[in-house]
Nanobody, 131 residues
Framework: QVQLQESGPGLVKPSQTLSLTCTVS??????????WAWIRQPPGKGKEWMGV???????YYMPSLQSRTSISRDTSKNQFSLHLHSVTPRDTAVYYC???????????????????????WGQGTQVTVSS
């Protein structure tokens, strides 16, 4: 059973970079066909898929966030990280990391963006953007 745990600051000032790390146990982030995603839920709204890093290190992002988002990994620590630049109060949300085994032919963000494909989730971490 894969377990995921988010960590990072709960408060970020506007214009700064929001950085979160997901620590994975019970499975390797390089396991074939597995994808490791960041998802957020703003207050009063539904969950929003932000981006993913696949088992081979390839990354895909929601087009509306692509210019401000990067996802990286540290295979030695079995962790992957989210960096969201130039944040505003609209980026206030609960942030989740999640994983799932995607089809071998998956390519492009559209293939990775369905929340139903992710069956292991972290508990979520609240991030507030405020001065």
């Amino acid at each position: 059973q894969v377990q995921l745990q988010e960590s990072g600051p709960g408060l970020v000032k506007p214009s700064q970079t929001l950085s979160l790390t997901c620590t994975v146990s019970g499975g390797s982030i390089t396991a074939t066909y597995y994808a490791w995603a960041w998802i957020r839920q703003p207050p009063g709204k539904g969950k929003e898929w932000m981006g993913v890093i696949a088992y081979d290190g390839s990354t895909y992002y929601m087009p509306s966030l692509q210019s401000r988002t990067s996802i990286s990994r540290d295979t030695s620590k079995n962790q992957f990280s989210l960096h969201l630049h130039s944040v505003t109060p609209r980026d206030t949300a609960v942030y989740y990391c999640a994983s799932g085994r995607l089809p071998p032919y998956c390519s492009g963000y559209g293939c990775y963006a369905s929340l139903d494909d992710y069956d292991s989730w972290g508990q979520g971490t609240q991030v507030t953007v405020s001065s």
